[in-house]
């Protein structure tokens, strides 16, 4: 059973920054690319980033770029999600996501993932 646990979230002031990691089991990592998603409250689920199976590709949203950095290291099966000079509007839970098939691109579509993380919260405050 594939089992997604993020850990890391947590409260900061705008201008802050946090770090925040996605610990993977049951399927082999390596062979997968992950996404970063978010929801706030009364909004859909919204990609942040993404990064290929090997750790050679990424892609943001542009709401982020220049401020998140995802990254992998697949000998610890983790992902990460640096994120840098928050702001208020970054306030949501971040889940991290597997994806359907492996040795394919990034996704930016909730659907293209099969499994998920519980999620860990993360609140910018003004």
């Known amino acids: 059973q594939v089992q997604l646990v993020e850990s890391g979230g947590g409260l900061v002031q705008a201008g802050g920054s946090l770090r925040v990691s996605c610990a993977a089991s049951?399927?082999?990592?390596?062979?997968?690319?992950m996404g970063w998603f978010r929801q706030a409250p009364g909004k859909e689920r919204a990609f942040v980033a993404g990064?290929?199976?090997?750790?050679?590709?990424?892609d943001y949203a542009d709401s982020v770029k220049g401020r998140f950095t995802i990254s992998r290291d697949n000998a610890k099966n983790t992902v990460y999600l640096q994120m840098n000079s928050l702001k208020p509007e970054d306030t949501a839970i971040y889940y991290c996501?597997?994806?359907?098939?492996?040795?394919?691109?990034?996704?930016?579509?909730?659907?293209?993932?099969?499994?998920w993380g519980q999620g860990t919260q993360v609140t910018v405050s003004s």
């Open positions: 996501a597997l994806a359907r098939t492996y040795y394919r691109g990034i996704y930016d579509t909730p659907s293209e993932y099969d499994y």
């Open positions: 990064i290929s199976w090997s750790g050679g590709s990424t």
């Open positions: 049951g399927r082999t990592f390596s062979r997968y690319s």
